[in-house]
């Protein structure tokens, strides 16, 4: 009897966090449709602008500088899927690292395909998949709480190289490897009537063949952060 009881109880809070749920999105949705419906302007009928876009342009001509790593190559319109990188070679001492930047480049293009893009582009076989949770803070604004960003982290070879490999999709306050992420970020700015712009950011570090990449896991972690520290404080 108490095991139906509490199977009762357990269903009618189930309900309750449903229904708290279905409010919360009506009220979201009221406090944009119902000033829309007054107005007659419509927040998905106007396409906010890209407010830096001038600094993803730049960004996609010129690279960026990063504390600690000298640039050797830069390679621009680099085509891979349709799309146009800009390829950096960079060195920290002995170590050699290649930067693959994709920065949104209309307020219209949306991130899509572009891991596949590579891994297509490389032709490499890949394992030891995992995700690489990090944290940036920047000095300049100190009151503010860290970006949280969750990246792709795996290995990569083909007959003459490995890689231990890092990717995400950089936004103003964090970033991710999913589609998905990006989307939402970009819909709550849109009710502010705002864009989340992005840069894919695919680090690629060549590694003694079949290692493993937990060796080199520390100074990933750390030009990952650089990377997302200055793209949140020169492009975003």
Do not use: C
């Amino acid at each position: 009897m108490k095991q139906i009881i509490s199977a009762q109880k357990l269903l009618q809070r189930y309900q309750l966090s449903k229904i708290v749920v279905l409010v919360f999105l009506l009220v979201l949705v009221g406090a944009v449709a119902i000033p829309g419906y007054l107005t007659g302007n419509w927040p998905w009928t106007n396409q906010p602008i890209l407010a830096n876009l001038k600094q993803l342009k730049s960004l996609r001509q010129n690279g960026m500088t990063l504390p600690g790593w000298k640039e050797t190559r830069l390679q621009k319109n680099v085509v891979i899927g349709g799309h146009r990188w800009l390829v950096q070679e960079i060195k920290n001492h002995q170590t050699i690292a290649i930067l693959l930047l994709l920065p949104q480049n209309d307020p219209k293009n949306q991130p899509q395909v572009e891991w596949l893009d590579i891994d297509g582009f490389h032709r490499w076989q890949t394992d030891s998949h995992r995700t690489l949770r990090f944290k940036v803070k920047l000095a300049a604004t100190p009151d503010k709480p860290p970006a949280t960003i969750e990246a792709r982290f795996f290995r990569s070879w083909t007959p003459q190289q490995t890689f231990a490999v890092v990717q995400w999709y950089a936004w103003p306050n964090g970033g991710s490897p999913a589609t998905s992420r990006w989307f939402w970020e970009d819909s709550i700015a849109r009710l502010s009537n705002r864009r989340a712009s992005w840069v894919a950011v695919s680090i690629i570090l060549p590694i003694e063949a079949q290692s493993e990449i937990k060796i080199v896991e520390p100074l990933l972690e750390s030009l990952s952060q650089t990377v997302q520290a200055q793209l949140m404080a020169e492009t975003f």
